[in-house]
């Protein structure tokens, strides 16, 4: 994003910019039960405990029908074992070696590992049972001890084994990375990194260790070394589902959910019945819309999965409001707080109030500790009664989780009570609750005026609905509000977002427009309305809506997309002073300076300034490449052609050789030099990776200058 965020781009390439830039403030998760995934030791311990890498080994072995072709099998065998830890292989072959070379250890005790790996226990302690180990053989037999008693959750065992074993062969890379993941899930951290490493040091090409350093490192909260592990084992095993989970997983972390559904269809591809992988590409398309390719994957399932693919295609139906279908997908279904949670859910929405509480009831039973259920419980009651338990509800807003909601919850409370003072006090404090929903530029006399005590309870169940996805059953509680109160700025701008959401495009300006003239200056109304004209081209009503936006709150987002679009229009002095007023509101954060640095710099004008501001940014994120673009352009301009060459050079590394841009601003230096040949490969590199970046224009016109 830094590299485009400060470019002059023809609009198009403004709208896209536009896609990426968020709201200063913070969204925190919130989970409504069943609803959401969690980064957490379980979700590491299904990566460390999935299958190995797909074997390639045993496709070039021939049919084994005597004893030397078997020896040969097991040598390729245990060397590839060592190198990798394939156990697939060894599954496959291991029963005709046996009987071929009935008096052999080692691929007995291979095969115990190989049949754990697999989950078949019971065969494993059975081939193990009659076996004792000879001198050459131990290694293996203490790793299959190890990994029996690790299936029997015997850790201290399974870890005293392991060791053992790299007292006996200490270059085996095999008992490295399961010592590392035995010690992974007793949650001795740093030993399991030592012993990944270890692994891998021992075997580059050792994927099973790369992916589990990459699981690790992510459970530690260290993303970036995460996912250099995770596309290590990929690039070793293109197949291999425990990385590609995990670089999903990083994924979805980032908000890239494209990168994250390919990489786990990648591994659908290869392993069509992965559990894991379909159900976190299930939670994916459901998140983002794509309710059709959810309900073909979950309709394409195994008898293992019959149970998730019901609750899946019951949670479809919900969002599409086919109730009935709904009801029948969760039909028969074993009792859980979840079926019983989404039953209630069907019943609300049908108007069963009653049963939706005895639901929710149920589910609490079942679930007694969950907050979520809980707050669910008491917006039913809400709902029926138009009161609820305040001070169940201030302790439920001490978990962050549902924090934003509790507070939304609490602020319809007050207002139903008609003391608005109170209801703006918690409403402010839910700011987090939605994108952008912020209070800054109201009183509590102005959320008085725009609401109505009768809207409350909609307006708490619609955002209930809203929040787990079901738009259209959000959009009928919201529009129930607007029948109490017309005007009402957030039963109208709620109903703008489920609209929106539901696909009905024909009402969200009517709705954002009700608002606002309750409302002129509230902010999340006016931003809707600006990236609307935006997507439909209308630079003059975009910069209105963003300008009335900013008023209320001076977001770091809205006024670098307010600057820019000055900049497509020529305003440059309008764009000068919105980067100005984003570094007073916003002295921390590098972006203004780097704008207003760029804006100067492109323009060859006041340069002094443009090199402090620069270096100001340069100081807030040290080493960003769009700074140290933004260096070497203006010392260019200044033509202190090293000095720009230097900061250049380190932004095309940053960049790893792929903006063309700054490969346009190397090739100018380079060009100033007299060095031709070098700026002619600049050029065509630039050219090369895109036909229509920022600079091409002038990419073309130095490259007809060069011989």
Not at 311 to 326: F, G, H, K, P, S
Not at 365 to 375: F, G, N
Not at 379 to 392: N, V
């Given at each position: 994003m830094d590299k485009i965020m400060r470019r002059q781009p023809r609009l198009q390439a403004l709208i896209y910019i536009f896609l990426f830039l968020t709201f200063s403030c913070r969204v925190s998760a919130l989970t409504i039960w069943g609803d959401s995934e969690t980064q957490n030791n379980s979700f590491m311990g299904d990566l460390f405990n999935l299958a190995p890498p797909k074997s390639t080994t045993g496709r070039g072995l021939p049919v084994l029908k005597t004893a030397e072709q078997a020896r040969s099998a097991l040598k390729i065998i245990e060397t590839n074992f060592r190198q990798t830890g394939d156990l697939i292989i060894i599954a496959k072959l291991a029963p005709r070696i046996m009987a071929l070379l009935p008096r052999n250890q080692n691929i007995r005790y291979l095969y115990v590992l190989a049949l754990t790996a697999r989950g078949e226990l019971s065969k494993a302690q059975s081939v193990s049972a009659n076996l004792t180990a000879s001198k050459g053989a131990y290694f293996y037999s203490l790793l299959a001890k190890a990994a029996i008693a690790r299936a029997n959750k015997q850790f201290t065992e399974a870890i005293n084994a392991t060791r053992q074993a790299i007292a006996i062969e200490p270059d085996h890379p095999y008992a490295y990375n399961f010592l590392g993941q035995l010690e992974a899930q007793q949650g001795n951290n740093s030993q399991a990194l030592k012993n990944f490493k270890m692994a891998i040091r021992r075997s580059p090409k050792f994927a099973a260790a790369h992916s589990n350093l990459g699981a690790l490192y992510f459970l530690l909260g260290k993303p970036a070394q995460a996912w250099k592990a995770f596309s290590n084992a990929v690039a070793i095993s293109p197949e291999y589902c425990a990385p590609l989970i995990g670089r999903a997983a990083i994924s979805i972390t980032r908000a890239d959910i494209n990168n994250a559904i390919t990489d786990l269809k990648r591994c659908l591809q290869s392993n069509p019945a992965q559990l894991l992988a379909r159900q976190r590409l299930a939670a994916l398309y459901i998140k983002s819309g794509r309710l059709n390719q959810a309900k073909n994957l979950a309709r394409t399932t195994t008898?293992?999965?019959?149970?998730?693919?019901?609750?899946?295609?019951?949670?479809?139906?919900?969002?599409?409001?086919?109730?009935?279908?709904?009801?029948?997908?969760?039909?028969?279904?074993?009792?859980?707080?979840?079926?019983?949670?989404?039953?209630?859910?069907?019943?609300?929405?049908?108007?069963?109030?009653?049963?939706?509480?005895?639901?929710?009831?149920?589910?609490?039973?079942?679930?007694?500790?969950?907050?979520?259920?809980?707050?669910?419980?008491?917006?039913?009651?809400?709902?029926?009664?138009?009161?609820?338990?305040?001070?169940?509800l201030m302790k439920l807003g001490k978990n962050d989780s549902i924090g934003p909601l509790v507070n939304f919850v609490a602020g319809n409370q007050q207002a139903a009570r008609n003391n608005f003072r109170a209801a703006y006090k918690f409403w402010t404090q839910a700011e987090n609750l939605l994108p952008g929903f912020i209070f800054r530029g109201l009183n509590s006399n102005q959320v008085r005026e725009g609401s109505s005590s009768e809207e409350q309870r909609f307006l708490a169940l619609g955002m209930l609905f809203y929040l787990k996805g079901l738009y259209p059953a959000a959009l009928l509680e919201f529009e129930k509000a607007l029948k109490t109160k017309p005007s009402s700025f957030m039963a109208n701008y709620f109903a703008a977002l489920a609209s929106a959401r539901a696909g009905y495009e024909n009402k969200v300006n009517k709705y954002l427009l009700r608002s606002l003239k309750q409302t002129p200056y509230f902010f999340p109304a006016n931003y809707m309305m600006a990236e609307r004209s935006l997507r439909h081209r209308d630079i003059n009503k975009a910069i209105r809506y963003y300008r009335a936006a900013a008023r209320s709150e001076p977001d770091a987002g809205v006024l670098v997309k307010l600057a820019l679009l000055y900049e497509s229009k020529g305003e440059i002095k309008q764009a000068r002073e919105t980067y100005q007023r984003l570094i007073d509101a916003h002295p921390e954060n590098f972006l203004g300076y780097n704008q207003l640095a760029w804006l100067y710099a492109k323009r060859a004008e006041h340069l002094g300034d443009a090199l402090a501001l620069a270096r100001q940014a340069d100081k807030l994120v040290p080493g960003n490449a769009s700074v140290n673009d933004t260096l070497g352009w203006i010392y260019f301009h200044m033509g202190k052609y090293n000095l720009a060459n230097t900061y250049l050079r380190q932004a095309n590394k940053i960049s790893n050789n792929n903006n063309p841009d700054i490969l346009f601003h190397l090739a100018s230096v380079s060009y100033r030099k007299g060095n031709l040949q070098t700026a002619k490969n600049q050029l065509q590199k630039a050219m090369a990776l895109s036909k229509n970046f920022g600079s091409i224009k002038e990419a073309k016109e130095l490259l007809k200058k060069l011989p």
């Open positions: 008898a293992a999965e019959t149970r998730f693919s019901k609750i899946m295609l019951a949670d479809i139906y919900l969002r599409q409001n086919e109730v009935a279908a709904a009801r029948k997908q969760l039909k028969g279904l074993k009792k859980s707080a979840q079926v019983d949670y989404m039953l209630s859910l069907c019943d609300i929405i049908d108007g069963q109030i009653e049963d939706a509480r005895k639901k929710i009831g149920e589910a609490i039973k079942l679930e007694p500790d969950s907050s979520a259920l809980a707050l669910v419980n008491i917006i039913y009651t809400f709902y029926k009664d138009g009161s609820a338990d305040q001070k169940q």
